[in-house]
């Protein structure tokens, strides 16, 4: 059964730091895979990607400089794979629950992503 969980969400203060985790299982292999984040009434917006290997990354300009996506391939069980996504000098406007994804194209539009796990909430206060 295919299944992304994530895990890492909670509260800090405005320049504060978390660091999100993504255990995918499974399956065991996709092209992609990456963070996104919604807020009630708006679209979802996607915040970083990385490619199966790490050698592609890409990062939505609101968080460029601020976080981190990285992935460890290595499997204590098979098929199970972890994407990390440390966020430093964390803001108000990044309070979102946060979503990872995997899929088979490049780029942070949702519609490139057809696996999804159920979401973890960041809050940031000021």
């Known amino acids: 059964q295919v299944q992304l969980v994530e895990s890492g969400g909670g509260s800090v203060q405005a320049g504060g730091s978390l660091r999100l985790s993504c255990v995918a299982s499974?399956?065991?292999?996709?092209?992609?895979m990456a963070w996104f984040r919604q807020t009630p009434g708006k679209e979802r917006e996607g915040v970083a990607m990385?490619?199966?290997?790490?050698?592609?990354?890409?990062?939505?300009?609101?968080v460029k400089g601020r976080f981190t996506i990285s992935r460890d391939s290595r499997s204590t069980d098979y098929g199970k794979k972890t994407m990390y996504l440390q966020m430093d000098s964390l803001k108000p406007e990044d309070t979102a629950m946060y979503y990872c994804?995997?899929?088979?194209?490049?780029?942070?539009?949702?519609?490139?992503?057809?696996?999804w796990g159920q979401g973890t909430q960041v809050t940031v206060s000021s």
């Open positions: 499974g399956f065991t292999y996709y092209h992609y």
């Open positions: 990385i490619s199966a290997a790490g050698g592609l990354i890409d990062y939505a300009d609101s």
């Open positions: 994804a995997a899929g088979e194209r490049f780029g942070l539009l949702p519609d490139n992503y057809h696996v």
